[in-house]
């Protein structure tokens, strides 16, 4: 089943894993990671994986 919602929790530190694995779907804000508006996660699927497992601080999530 295709991701359809990526979001960050609490705790992110900006170490930039994320957007440096996803370019198209994270990017890093002023205080947090943030994810982009508009993007077709499925297309993005296994990107969003690694991130997700990938990220120091688990705060990565996907449904």
Sequence with gaps: MA?????????CTLCGVCSDTCPDV???GDDSAIVKDGV????FEDEVKEAAESC???VIKYE
């Design 56 to 58: 120091p601080v688990e």
């Design 26 to 28: 994270f990017d890093l």
């Design 3 to 11: 991701i359809t919602k990526v979001w960050i929790e609490e705790g």
């Design 40 to 43: 077709d996660y499925g297309e």
